[in-house]
Each structure stands twice: as C-alpha cells, then as structure tokens.
C-alpha cells in the first residue's frame, strides 16, 4: 500500500488509513451506496430502486463520494469546502437557517 504525506513532514499515512477515516465520516445513505454498488456489485438503476432515490442522486453520491477520496488521497484537504459543503447539508435538511449561517463574508 503506497503511503501519502501528510502536512508534518515525520508522519506518512497509508491510503488504507487515509480511506478508512473518510467512510467513517460518511453519513449512513453514503456507506450504503458505496458498498452496493463497490461490493455488492449493483448497478445505479437497481440501488436507486432499494434505497428509493433517482439513479442520478445515486450516481452523484458516487462522483462526490470518489472525489473526496482522490482529492484525500492527492493531499488536497481543503477544510473550508468540507465545512461550506456540511453547511449547505445541514440548511437543506432544515437543521439550521440560510440567514442564520451568513458570516460578513458572505452578506
């Protein structure tokens, strides 16, 4: 397994490790696509009818979830796009208000 720098230069972490973080960070909806469709070996169309969301939001996970992994893998941590992306999670499923996230940067 190839190892990858991380920000210190004495501590290199495997890819193993650096993918096992990410999926413990996926929410649940996430890990179930990624093992149907990595080791259960079904198609979008099929894991779209058994967690009953479009083939497209299933393959947008997919992209998103792939991308996170490669861009980790790269090194591209980038902490402020994970937090506007959570953000925006968190506004769309109602848990906090899109004025109430506003910093002056934003207005």
Not at 41 to 47: G, H, Q, S, V
Not at 72 to 97: C, F, M, N, T, Y
């Amino acid at each position: 397994m190839k190892t990858t720098k991380t920000n210190t230069s004495d501590t290199s972490i495997s890819e193993e490790t650096i993918i096992l973080h990410l999926l413990k960070e996926l929410d649940q909806t996430e890990r179930n696509i990624l093992g149907l469709y990595f080791y259960e070996k079904l198609t979008p169309a099929t894991i779209s009818e058994l967690i009953q969301i479009s083939e497209k939001q299933v393959k947008s996970y997919l992209s998103n979830i792939l991308r996170k992994i490669k861009g980790e893998l790269k090194g591209d941590h980038q902490p402020h796009v994970r937090e506007k992306q959570a953000k925006k999670k968190q506004i769309w499923k109602g848990e906090i208000s899109p004025v109430q996230n506003l910093t002056l940067h934003d207005r």
